[in-house]
Structures are given as structure tokens and as C-alpha cells.
């Protein structure tokens, strides 16, 4: 059995399920099995182990924690109190409201995580005052969507939270490194949403006032300080990201029941269950991928791996620029989770083999999967977007890929130049 032997099995077995329709989670069950009966190892409690050990993490506890956190946030007036004061400093300018969508994207990132729960809970609030204001409804969501996958580069985020339990790498370090790079990201898509306003002629609003952006401030500073608390708990050392997620629930909760009234002890339990089917997904899917890796590295898929890419391990942006083409075809058929949570382990040895910062691939694998996010036929985001914005998924994808392609590009300067990623990330640590 050759190594190239292992690599076609797995990706023939892989993309032939995904390709018939086999849900995502069964999926990763039958590869498991089938690699292990193709190094003649098949056991079928050796899979159940598997499957309960990749959940056995302490720190996957973050993520459930993070889903209620946003869950809090979208039900408890948080995301509309972040829209408003920002649509106070900007909204006056052309095409305001564009920006209104990246920059509140921004903040919302470092509450909830997730480009699935920014685009679902920013869409709902800012794509009708778009339409209502004269902007075109496919382009209005096709922004939301864009802006959506800055949520999973600054912290906190879920994707880095998987790459760091796949890969053995800091959390804490590939969150410090995220922040950067997702403000770059942010002020590419206002640099084209500044042209694409100019061309289309976006309406203006009106200007606030002094007293209206105080108000406004006042308003929304209690939304506004709970990224600083996350992050900044956890660049100081206070608490790890998994306690982070605690701490945000626990404020996401107070103010919104507290402070803002906006959410009733009654609505809880809706709250409760809706993190409960979320989580429950995520996991499902997480541990039957956990299951898959630890199936690939006993069949030395790595080692393989590492061999057959070990002629590019002399030249890191030529060997990154490689895997990073192969994961933008990846995240076309595949959703992040799985993505991340077994070709981490996979590509790993072959990063540090090569001296490649972990943390700084981290970004790299991240951000590329996540474009994959705005592309059919498993782009979670897009649908998310065609189900909040009412548009038929053939307009969203003729307006959404300029989008695509600037954030490709960023994503190719960060393969170009790594220290985009890696001096700003020192400078947080």
C-alpha cells in the first residue's frame, strides 16, 4: 500500500459520498470505516472511541457557550442597539449603510464568532433599511454576506478554536493573531464598497446630530464594551477562551434582561433550545470528524502527505500558495468544521516541517474555508443570506462574487507577505 494508494482512497471515498447527497456526519463515519478496512484495522469500536474522544475537549466547551452568547445577543436588542450607533457615525455618507454593515460586522465579531450568526443577525436588521432606502436587495445581501466572514478571523471564533484543538496550536495566540488581518479584510470591502457607491450612485442619509451619536452611544456602550472584555480578558491572561464564552453569556444575559429589559426570564428556554440544535450540529460534526482524523493519521495520511509535498518545503509561500488552492476547492464541497478538524492534523507536520508559523497557517486555512462560506453548493452563509435578504440564490451569486474576489485577494497578500499576519499578532501578545 503506497501512500499516494492511502491519499486516493480518502479523497475518492470523501468527495464521492459528499457528492450523492450522504449527510456530512455519516460521512466522516463511512471513510473512517473504509480506511481502516483498507489498512486491514477495522474495528468498529475503535470508530465509537474515536468518536467520543473528539468531544472529550475542554476546550470545545467554548464553542456551545459562544452560539448561547449570540443567540443572547441577536434575541436581547445587542446587534440593534451596535447598528444604530454606528449607523449615527456613518450612515450620512454615500452608500452609509454599506458601511454601517462592515464596521458593525466588525464589532459583532467579537461577540459572537460565527459568519453564520453575524449574516443571520445583522441581514435581519440591515438589509430591510437598505431596501427601504433605494439600495439594490441582491447587493445588500451579497454585502452582509461578504461581511459576515469577518466574524471567524477576529476573536473570538469557532473556526480558530477548531484549528487550534485539530492543529495542537494556542487558541490564545491564533486569536491575537485574527485581529489584524480581519480589519484588513474590513477596510478592503469598504475600499470596494467605495467605488461600488460611486458607480451606483447609493443614496446619502441623513447626518446626526451631536446629541443624536450621544445618544446612541449611551445607548449601545454596554454592547460595545463586551468584545473588549472578552479579548482583553484573554490577552491579559484572566481567562481562557473557553472561559471567555462563559463570561460573555453571563453578560450577554445581564444586560439584555438587566440593562436593556429586552429580553423576559420566559424567553430563556427559546434561547436555550435554539444554542441546543445549533450546538447539537456542530458537535455531531465535529466529533465524527475528530473520529476521521484520528483514522487518517493511524493510516499515515500525514506522513504521506508531507512526502509527496516534501519537494515544496524549501519554498513556505510556494507550499502554502498549494495547499491554499486546494482548500478554496475544498471549502466548495465542504462545510469549515469538517474541513478544518481533519485536514489540520493532515497538513500540520508538513507546516512545521517547513517552519511555517502554525498560528499564522491557522489564519490562512480559516479565512480561505470561510470564503468557501459564500459559494454554492455547501456555502452556509449564502443560503443563510438568500433566507434573511428574500432573494433567489441566482441573483445572490451574480452579485456576491466581486465580493469573493477581493477577499481572495486579501487572503493571496496574506500568502505573499506573512508578516501581514505574524508582527501585527507580537504586538497583541
Not at 499516494?4 to 447527497?21: H, S
Not at 446629541?211 to 481562557?240: C, D, N, Q, Y
Not at 428556554?269 to 447539537?280: C, D, M, N, P, Q
Not at 477581493?406 to 499578532?425: D, H, Q, S, Y
Request: neutral net charge; proline residues 5%.
Amino acid at each position: 500500500m503506497g501512500g499516494l494508494d492511502i491519499i486516493g482512497v480518502f479523497l475518492i471515498t470523501l468527495f464521492a459520498l459528499l457528492i450523492i447527497g450522504v449527510p456530512i456526519a455519516f460521512t466522516l463515519l463511512l471513510v473512517s470505516a473504509m480506511m481502516l478496512f483498507y489498512i486491514n484495522n477495522y474495528d468498529s469500536q475503535l470508530i465509537a472511541q474515536a468518536v467520543i474522544y473528539g468531544t472529550n475537549s475542554f476546550t470545545l466547551l467554548a464553542i456551545p457557550f459562544f452560539i448561547l452568547a449570540g443567540e443572547i445577543m441577536s434575541q436581547g436588542g445587542i446587534s440593534q442597539r451596535i447598528v444604530d450607533f454606528v449607523a449615527s457615525l456613518v450612515g450620512h455618507v454615500r452608500g452609509g449603510l454599506g458601511y454601517v454593515v462592515i464596521i458593525a460586522s466588525v464589532i459583532f465579531a467579537g461577540l459572537s464568532g460565527s459568519a453564520v450568526a453575524d449574516a443571520a443577525a445583522l441581514g435581519a436588521i440591515l438589509i430591510p433599511m437598505m431596501i427601504k432606502m433605494g439600495y439594490d436587495r441582491a447587493t445588500s445581501v451579497a454585502l452582509v454576506c461578504a461581511s459576515a466572514l469577518i466574524a471567524p478571523i477576529i476573536p473570538p471564533s469557532v473556526p480558530l478554536i477548531l484549528f487550534g484543538v485539530a492543529g495542537q496550536a494556542s487558541i490564545g495566540r491564533l486569536f491575537m493573531a485574527g485581529i489584524v488581518p480581519g480589519l484588513i479584510l474590513a477596510l478592503a470591502l469598504m475600499i470596494f464598497w467605495y467605488f461600488l457607491s460611486k458607480k451606483n450612485n447609493y443614496p446619502v442619509g441623513k447626518k446626526a446630530t451631536l446629541s443624536e451619536l450621544w445618544s446612541t452611544f449611551k445607548r449601545s456602550i454596554f454592547a460595545l464594551v463586551m468584545p473588549v472584555i472578552i479579548v482583553g480578558g484573554i490577552r491579559m491572561g484572566i481567562f481562557t477562551p473557553t472561559e471567555a464564552g462563559c463570561i460573555a453569556c453571563v453578560y450577554a444575559f445581564f444586560i439584555s434582561i438587566v440593562v436593556y429589559h429586552e429580553m423576559k426570564l420566559k424567553d430563556i428556554v427559546s434561547v436555550f433550545v435554539a444554542t441546543s440544535k445549533t450546538t447539537g450540529q456542530v458537535l455531531l460534526v465535529a466529533a465524527t470528524a475528530m473520529s476521521t482524523a484520528w483514522v487518517v493519521t493511524t493510516a499515515g495520511l500525514p506522513k504521506d502527505v508531507a512526502a509527496a509535498l516534501s519537494g515544496f518545503s524549501d519554498s513556505p509561500i510556494l507550499l502554502v500558495f498549494i495547499i491554499g488552492v486546494f482548500l478554496v476547492f475544498l471549502g466548495m464541497v465542504m462545510d469549515s468544521t469538517p474541513a478544518i478538524l481533519i485536514f489540520a492534523p493532515i497538513f500540520m507536520p508538513l507546516i512545521k516541517s517547513a517552519n511555517i508559523d502554525p498560528v499564522y497557517f491557522g489564519i490562512i486555512m480559516v479565512l480561505d474555508l470561510m470564503i468557501g462560506l459564500l459559494t454554492p453548493p455547501v456555502g452556509t452563509v449564502l443560503f443563510v443570506g438568500c433566507g434573511v435578504g428574500n432573494v433567489p440564490l441566482n441573483d445572490l451569486v451574480k452579485k456576491i462574487w466581486p465580493f469573493i474576489l477581493i477577499e481572495f485577494a486579501v487572503l493571496f497578500l496574506f500568502i505573499l507577505i506573512p508578516k501581514l499576519v505574524t508582527i501585527p499578532m507580537t504586538w497583541f501578545m
